[in-house]
């Protein structure tokens, strides 16, 4: 797997983790760290990334939804 694949898979995956879908994307970031082929640092870093975008992503749903709450 390229690298750019490897980390737009993670970037992916951390994404869709922290928002609607329940998934476990520590697999995939431990899996990747396990093969040894990519730079760690760079691998937590785009995790966090996603996670931190997904998470952002469920704050502005959270914010739309507020004006149906005096419903």
Same mark, same amino acid.
């Given at each position: 797997?390229?690298?750019?694949? %490897?980390y737009g898979? /993670? ?8 928002? @609607? #879908?329940? *998934?476990?994307?520590?697999?995939? $970031? %431990?899996?990747?760290? /396990? ?8 691998? @937590? #870093?785009? *995790?966090?990334?996603?996670?931190? $975008? ?10 739309g939804v ?6």
């Open positions: 797997m390229s690298a750019a694949g %490897a898979g /993670l970037f992916l995956v951390s994404f869709l983790a922290a928002t @609607i #879908l329940p *998934a476990q994307s520590e697999i995939g $970031l %431990a899996g990747l760290i /396990l093969t040894d082929d990519h730079d760690f640092w760079v691998l @937590i #870093l785009v *995790a966090s990334l996603g996670n931190t $975008l997904g998470a952002v992503v469920n704050w502005l749903l959270g914010r507020e004006r149906f709450s005096d419903r």
